[in-house]
């Protein structure tokens, strides 16, 4: 991602809307740079089922495990391949109510086979509705 053009992150954009997960959850792409990614989720009645009518609190989980990979998918260079997510935790805070939600995640560290997120959910008025945390593994092609 680091010198993608203007034009690659709005394929990149368009490609994330057009995943099927993605598009039933009412997700796109807003920002996406080195170790950063930002998410929005309309919330609609397939989303709504939390506390008070919020997004529904596993949904919100899935939210940090998406934000987080497209975060940290821009600091993977040739020799790395995904292994998957190790652990995800959240902490609910507030029920997250409002016309859209926002995952914001960065990565902390970046190792040989771990990295660490964070991700903060905020609802449209920036209210921290959740804060997530994920350890993802990794592997560097050629190791075994």
């Known amino acids: 991602m680091v010198g993608a053009s203007p034009r690659d992150s709005e394929r990149w954009a368009e490609t994330f ?9 009412g997700l796109s792409l807003e920002e996406r740079r080195e170790g950063f990614a930002r998410i929005c989720m ?7 089922g939390g506390v008070g ?8 989980a899935a939210l940090v495990d998406i934000a987080m990979l497209e975060a940290l998918s821009t600091t993977f260079d040739a020799t790395t391949q995904a292994m998957g997510t190790a652990d995800l935790n959240i902490t609910y805070l507030r029920p ?18 771990l990295a660490v997120t ?8 920036g209210r921290l509705c959740a804060k997530g945390r994920t350890i993802y593994s990794l592997r560097t092609v050629g190791d075994r």
């Open 17 to 25: 809307a057009e995943f099927p997960l993605h598009k039933a959850l």
């Open 42 to 48: 309309r919330p609609s009645t397939f989303t709504l």
């Open 53 to 60: 009518g919020s997004v529904h609190g596993g949904l919100l």
């Open 96 to 113: 997250a109510l409002g016309a859209r939600i926002y995952a914001e995640a960065t990565v902390l560290r970046k190792g040989r086979s």
């Open 118 to 125: 964070e991700v903060s959910i905020v609802d449209d008025e």
